[in-house]
């Protein structure tokens, strides 16, 4: 089974003082855990963007400190101001083409694309560098209408070697089958940032699971 890594996604509001000593402890972490953090979704809703770009001013340092991407989500726009390494568009804030000529070919391009193989194939088309299908378990994050059954990694896994991330409510606890299904990312973001055990704890126990699969680093 090919490796799996981690895809952090911040909560919809973060205080930067708190948070950034959290990012790196759960990113300090990774190494002996026998996980890899490959990046950060920056993912804050109903800010102005200024708020955004100062947040991604104070994490882009402790990301690259660790080895982690950062990406925006939804705007390409921002992800180019704040000099991000790529962006995630969800099906309504535009299509890959235009993301690419702004950012150019270095960039990092996923796209949400829901329970759907169709809209994967789109993406993949259009040139995105990953799909992420969910969300495959209840999560307090966002509103989602869709859910995803694990077979479609599998699925998607078997058609083309575009990388796949899962996502939605995924805990150290569930996700096993998704593990076992074929995810190359699993994107968490309350899974870790609200573990009771703090971001550390949070993932040393996904490294306990990826390894027991064997989809560890």
């Keep these: 089974?090919?490796?799996?890594?981690?895809?952090?996604?911040?909560?919809?509001?973060?205080?930067?003082?708190?948070?950034?000593?959290?990012?790196?402890?759960?990113?300090?972490?990774?190494?002996?855990?026998?996980?890899?953090?490959?990046?950060?979704?920056?993912?804050?809703?109903?800010?102005?963007?200024?708020?955004?770009?100062?947040?991604?001013?104070a994490i882009r340092p402790v990301l690259a400190a660790h080895g982690a991407a950062l990406i925006i989500n939804d705007s390409?726009?921002?992800?180019?101001k704040a000099g991000a390494d790529g962006v995630h568009l969800g099906q309504s804030d535009g299509s890959v083409k235009p993301a690419r000529a702004l950012l150019g070919d270095d960039a990092d391009i996923g796209v949400t694309c829901h329970d759907s193989r169709h809209l994967a194939m789109i993406a993949a088309e259009q040139g995105a560098d990953y799909v992420a299908f969910g969300a495959f378990f209840p999560t307090s994050t966002k509103e989602t209408a869709h859910r995803p059954d694990p077979e479609i990694l599998t699925?998607?896994?078997?058609?083309?070697?575009?990388?796949?991330?899962?996502?939605?409510?995924?805990?150290?606890?569930?996700?096993?089958?998704?593990?076992?299904?074929?995810a190359d990312y699993l994107a968490v973001s309350a899974g870790i940032w609200a573990h009771p055990g703090g971001p550390a704890k949070a993932v040393e126990e996904f490294g306990e699971i990826l390894r027991a699969v064997g989809g560890g680093a």
Excluded: H
Excluded at 34 to 55: M, N, Y
Excluded at 155 to 182: D, Y
């Design 76 to 80: 390409a726009e921002l992800a180019k």
């Design 155 to 182: 699925a998607w896994s078997m058609m083309t070697t575009m990388p796949c991330v899962a996502i939605g409510g995924i805990t150290p606890q569930n996700a096993k089958p998704l593990i076992e299904a074929g």
């Design 1 to 57: 089974m090919a490796d799996c890594a981690l895809y952090l996604i911040t909560p919809p509001q973060i205080e930067l003082e708190a948070f950034l000593p959290q990012l790196d402890a759960a990113l300090a972490a990774a190494p002996g855990a026998g996980v890899e953090i490959a990046c950060l979704q920056l993912r804050l809703k109903d800010v102005p963007d200024t708020e955004v770009l100062a947040a991604a001013k």
